[in-house]
């Protein structure tokens, strides 16, 4: 809303100062106050001074430089919290100030329209009408920064592929908009659109909406989807699989659980109604991806299964081949269980109930082979040195699985 005081001069206006709470939305609203004290013991003091035909002269000059000192706070504020990183997360409570000077006006409305009736002002001196369209226009430009950093956040991975600070950040923010719901409802913004109403004529046609509050979080957990799928594909080597598939658990479970919030789900059950069975395919297919990590142990076990089904094993006096295929196959399951053991040391799953869900299906397809291996072949004489081939049983990797992710 392009409205000024035309009598103020805000071109020379010092750069806005940094910061990062809601302290300098509160003194901004302790500016008001005072404004609006200071103007009512005026207009009862001018009541007494002059007559009616000077009273509103008077109190219209008394009210300029406190109007252009209080027009150009407001702006600065406002430029100060768009130019602020981290609006989602670090800067929050200060994006979240505008709504409480807008929350201002509205308490106030009665006072100050008492006040403009009162005192008999022109429209251009009604500072209400034309300081809120200001911090309104500063939200909704702000909500579109917003959206532009979930987009195109260059943060590096979460430590063990865990669940991504941004992934969390947006689900706090959006339930935190849900508290202002009331106010994002009555923000207006201009949307001017071209039409072409000829060969070469261009017609603009202005309309005024409201803050679509739905829309724009749909946007706005779509856009966090698109940056976590940019970081699966961009930050972590595409041969490792295992992180990836950690990484997407992580995420996609705390979409999940997140989007169980009763007013976020109503909002996506009504918009995306295919987004959660989409969540449910993502986490069943990650977790295949994760379990292929057991693929080079159940390889090497049933090679050694299709080797006895060959060779048919003795019981007895083995062949010297017998003994070295035996030899390598503890050695290649052993080097197995240590390259787990040594990835799950960096790997992160932040959900209680999804770090007991990958321990039990890990368990499923690989303990049961792992006893028939170690049961049909383990009592074989095949080594002088059993400490180096039969270095873990079946009791032991049950013990080290229940030990990942902790």
């Known amino acids: 809303m392009n409205v000024h005081f035309d009598f103020l001069d805000v071109e020379h206006a010092p750069p806005p100062v940094s910061f990062t709470d809601n302290r300098e939305t509160n003194n901004y609203k302790f500016l008001l106050d005072a404004f609006i004290i200071l103007l009512l013991r005026d207009l009862d003091l001018l009541f007494y001074v002059f007559e009616n035909e000077y009273k509103t002269m008077v109190l219209s000059k008394l009210m300029e430089l406190p109007l252009t000192y209080i027009l150009e706070e407001g702006q600065q504020l406002c430029e100060a919290i768009k130019q602020l990183p981290g609006k989602i997360d670090t800067g929050k409570l200060a994006f979240f100030g505008l709504f409480s000077i807008k929350n201002w006006f509205h308490k106030s409305e009665s006072t100050l329209t008492k006040f403009y009736q009162e005192s008999d002002v022109s429209s251009r001196y009604q500072f209400s009408g034309i300081l809120l369209p200001i911090f309104e226009q500063s939200i909704i430009e702000c909500f579109h920064l917003i959206l532009y950093e979930v987009k195109n956040d260059s943060s590096a991975l979460s430590e063990g592929g865990g669940v991504h600070p941004l992934t969390i950040h947006v689900f706090d923010f959006i339930e935190d908009l849900f508290d202002y719901e009331p106010m994002i409802s009555t923000i207006q913004f201009t949307n001017i659109e071209e039409q ?7 017609s603009l046609s ?17 856009s966090l989807r698109m940056n976590i799928s940019h970081k699966l ?21 705390y979409f999940f659980k997140r ?9 996506i059950e009504k918009n995306e109604p295919n987004l959660r069975s989409d969540l449910r ?14 693929t080079p142990m159940i390889t090497n076990i049933q090679q050694m299964f299709d080797y006895d089904d060959l ?23 052993n080097a197995a269980i240590d390259t787990l053991r040594q990835q799950h040391l960096e790997y992160t799953v932040d959900d209680v109930l999804l770090r007991d869900q990958l321990r039990t299906q890990s368990k499923r397809i690989i303990l049961d082979k792992f006893q ?16 180096k081939y039969l270095r873990y049983n079946p009791s032991m990797l049950d013990n080290i699985i229940d030990a990942f992710f902790e």
């Open 372 to 387: 028939i291996f170690y049961t049909k072949f383990a009592h074989k004489h095949f080594t002088h040195n059993p400490d």
């Open 233 to 253: 594909k961009t930050l972590i080597p595409d041969h490792d699989k295992t992180l990836q598939a950690i990484f997407l658990l992580n995420n996609i479970n």
């Open 196 to 202: 072409k109403i000829a060969t070469d004529t261009i």
């Open 206 to 222: 202005i309309n005024k909406s409201i803050f679509n509050l739905n829309e724009y979080i749909v946007n706005l957990i779509q």
């Open 259 to 267: 989007l169980e919030h009763p007013s976020l789900l109503a909002i």
């Open 311 to 333: 060779h048919h094993l003795s019981d007895l006096q083995l062949r010297e081949h017998d003994r070295e295929q035996l030899k390598t196959s503890f050695s290649m399951v």
């Open 281 to 294: 395919n993502i986490i069943k297919i990650s977790v295949k991806m994760y379990l292929k990590c057991y």
